[in-house]
């Protein structure tokens, strides 16, 4: 089983910066797409950036300029480098991985996300 741990988030003035960080762990064969979401009180879960497998990344319009998604395939891990952060920014930030994992019946898809890691951004 493919498991996912996050790290970086906290509590930062606004125009401060963080790095978000998700490794996974387990059996891993390839992670194909690796992707950071965020969910603030009361509103649903919505995509931030992805980045697929041979490096082509997308972000949504509201953080474009002010994000960059990174992996380092070695280590399975995808990171979110957050600069000029804004109080609009504050929500849980959860990465998301798919890809195959190996077992000893063979090779099986899966889609994972992390916990979550808290974002807070004051004015």
């Known amino acids: 089983q493919v498991q996912l741990v996050e790290s970086g988030g906290g509590l930062v003035q606004a125009g401060g910066s963080l790095r978000l960080s998700c490794a996974g762990s387990g059996w891993i064969f390839r992670i194909n797409n690796m992707g950071w979401y965020r969910q603030a009180p009361g509103k649903q879960r919505e995509l931030v950036a992805t980045?697929?497998?041979?490096?082509?990344?997308n972000y949504a319009d509201s953080v474009k300029g002010r994000f960059t998604i990174s992996r380092d395939n070695a280590r399975n891990t995808v990171y979110l480098q957050m600069s000029n952060l804004k109080p609009e920014d504050t929500a849980v930030y959860y990465c998301n991985l798919d890809g195959l994992g190996q077992k000893i019946t063979g090779i099986y898809e899966f889609t994972t996300w992390g916990q979550g890691t808290q974002v807070t951004v004051s004015s």
């Open positions: 980045i697929t497998s041979g490096g082509n990344t």
